[in-house]
Nanobody
């Protein structure tokens, strides 16, 4: 079973940038569709971005479109989330998720069978 480990979270001022990474251990990510989700305090987990196993297809939540970019390097078994122009409302725990055997999983939580433990992003005003 693939294990996912997120990194790159931290504290940043509004307008700043962070790059999150999601590394897979033990198995390759190349056959998995991938996604990023986030959960703010007191709120439900929400979709952020998704990418196909080939990297050719991507989708984003409207709230991050134009500011965040999802990408992947299958040779390094790593998926990235570049976050620019961060806002206080982006503050959340960010989770990486993998969908086995799917070309593209999109925004549905239920499509993803593997989840990381999350990394905290805090954006101050």
């Amino acid at each position: 079973q693939v294990q996912l480990v997120e990194s790159g979270g931290g504290s940043v001022q509004a307008g700043g940038s962070l790059r999150l990474s999601c590394a897979a251990s033990e198995r390759t990510l190349s056959s998995y569709a991938m996604g990023w989700f986030r959960q703010a305090p007191g709120k439900e987990r929400e979709f952020v971005a998704a990418i196909s196993w080939s990297g050719q297809s991507t989708s984003y939540a409207d709230s991050v479109k134009g500011r965040f970019t999802i990408s992947r390097d299958n040779a390094k078994n790593t998926v990235y989330l570049q976050m620019n122009s961060l806002k206080p409302e982006d503050t959340a725990v960010y989770y990486c998720a993998a969908a086995e055997g799917m070309y593209f999983a999109g925004p549905r939580h239920s499509a993803y069978g593997h989840w990381g433990k999350g990394t905290l992003v805090t954006v101050s005003s």
